[in-house]
């Protein structure tokens, strides 16, 4: 496994990050653990979760699992840079209440002492802010963060979903309070299928020091092999990919994405992630699997080195937006 700093910070981390969202919805305890077992014998040591995973009555499931892997031996928390997320309303369905969701100091507060809960542990290497709250000030969410740091119960904050003017607002507010380190990752929608990310969010990123954390890098499946699994095993894509591949214009950029990596040689969803490792500003693609067979898969991406005429060929199927600002400006 290859290693690199999480931003700014002197953290050192896996170039792949273990997603663990299918853990409990997907995925049982007794194989959830087996493939935290194999990432972290592979040399994966930053594992993302977050508080609503497990969805509907089962929210939380994903990191009371984790909990339960971590108490089975003190190695396992001591290996594992932990990351997860806080602002979904963790209420049970249909009795949501106020303060009971978002980032407002109270809620911060009730929900990292949930989290550190069910995780079993009594910190989080990086809490993370799972999606922009337009109400409440930043001010309010350092002061909340500060009083959390300063109690040991976190050592580092990230966004996630942030567009490039709150990472920007988020760290020029922390540095005018002082003594706030302010965010240091940012976790966003990112893949070769999906690349707006590169018109401001990884700029404002790179420019305040902030990891990027690619979620979804195969974009629900959708850059998998999707049409060569469908020709070769009659696996009919779904979810996003199927409505994706109902477009005719994006069936035949996939079709030629697959034919390309066919012509060298390479797995597509090897090649997706492999990308995303060249990409400035990438910490590492965060991987979803749901079985052991697909994180081996995901590990070998780590070792694909990916040719001048493969990327050209790929820039040409996807077209980046281009330099920002100049992409929407000149």
């Keep these: 496994m290859k290693y690199t700093q999480l931003g700014r910070t002197g953290l050192k981390v896996s170039r792949l990050v273990l997603g ?17 077992d194999a990432a972290l014998d592979a040399g994966i040591n930053f594992f993302d ?11 939380g499931r994903t990191e009371e699992i984790i909990g339960n892997w971590f108490a089975k031996s003190p190695v396992h928390r001591d290996k594992v840079v932990l990351a997860t997320k806080v602002y979904g309303n963790m209420a049970a369905d249909g009795d949501a209440w106020p303060n009971h969701d978002k980032l407002s100091a109270l809620n911060i507060r009730r ?24 109400r409440t000030p930043f001010e309010e969410i350092w002061q909340a963060i500060d009083t ?3 109690q040991g119960k976190i050592l580092y904050v990230g ?38 990310a590169e018109m401001e969010v990884i700029p404002a990123a790179q420019e305040y020091g902030l990891g990027v954390i690619p979620w979804s890098p195969l974009h629900g499946g959708l850059l998998g092999g999707v049409i060569k699994k469908e020709v070769e095993g009659g696996r009919r894509a779904s979810g996003r990919a199927a409505d994706s591949l109902a477009n005719t214009t994006i069936r035949a950029q996939i079709q030629a994405y697959e034919d390309l990596l066919d012509k060298h040689g390479v ?26 067979e697909q994180l081996e898969s995901a590990l070998r991406a780590v ?17 980046g937006p281009g330099p920002s600002p100049e992409a929407f400006a000149w």
């Design 49 to 59: 979760t977050a508080n609503v995973y497990g969805w509907g009555e089962n929210k």
């Design 148 to 150: 959390l740091v300063t």
């Design 111 to 134: 929900a990292v002492d949930a989290s550190l809960k069910r995780l079993q542990t009594d910190y989080i290497d990086v809490y993370q802010f799972h999606h922009v709250d337009r």
């Design 159 to 196: 966004s996630s979903n942030f567009p490039g003017y709150k990472i920007a607002q988020a760290n020029e507010i922390a540095a005018r309070r002082g003594g706030t380190i302010g965010l240091v990752s940012e976790q966003c929608l990112y893949n070769l299928a999906e690349r707006r």
């Design 303 to 319: 070792e694909l080195e990916l040719s001048v005429d493969l990327l050209e060929g790929l820039d040409e199927i996807f077209p």
């Design 20 to 36: 663990t969202m299918n853990f409990g919805p997907q995925t049982d305890e007794a194989d959830s653990h087996a493939i935290m």
């Design 267 to 292: 797995e597509p969803g090897e090649a997706a992630l492999a990308w995303l490792l060249t990409r400035p500003g990438v910490t590492g693609p965060i991987v979803g699997p749901r079985t052991a």
